[in-house]
């Protein structure tokens, strides 16, 4: 073999080692690359959830807030109408706001249960049932005929008893920081992933 092919086949041979490191390196480069920008979007995606989330938590917590609330306002003013002299004439129109009224309840507990956080749903489970039980108990013994003259104070009674039962479930649900707890979760799980 000459010399000068020795010095070739040499030259070759380092060169075809070079440009096989430098694609071995450039593999190894855009498979961490690609590791890198799939990890950035999946925490990209996590924190969207969580923003996600935090949002439907907090419309469905305000919408039983809210329905809770309009729900106490009918059982403070509107059912002590339906006792005594002129009850009758307030009874259809009550009775279909009662129902409009406890669906719209439902339908907002339905949200926090699906959305909600454990203790969240357990507090709306609390204030729908409450209101549910208390009001339909009532109309129940209304149409029973149990509001004659002398039943008036107990059904007012027991009128006031719902009422209170129902604002201690609502400020529970506000004071035990359901809303607070998942604006501060969501928060911190957000700016995790940022």
Known sequence: MEPGTATQLITVGATLGGVVLT??????????????????????????QGRWLRDERLKAYSAL????????????????????????AHRPETEARWQELRTQLRKAYNHVALFGADHAREAGL????????????????????????????VLNERIRALSSCCRSDLEGWVSNGSLDWVVAGCSAHTSRAS
């Open 65 to 88: 807030s809210l329905a809770g609330e309009e729900a106490l306002q009918f059982i403070r003013s509107e059912l002590p109408r339906l006792i005594g002299p002129e009850a009758a």
């Open 23 to 48: 694609l071995l390196a450039n593999a190894s480069l855009e498979r961490r690359r690609a590791r890198d920008t799939r990890a950035l979007e999946a925490m990209r995606l996590e924190g969207e």
């Open 126 to 153: 609390r204030i729908w049932r409450t209101a549910r039980n208390g009001g339909n108990d009532i109309l129940r013994d209304l149409d029973s005929g149990a509001a004659s003259a002398s039943d008036h104070p």
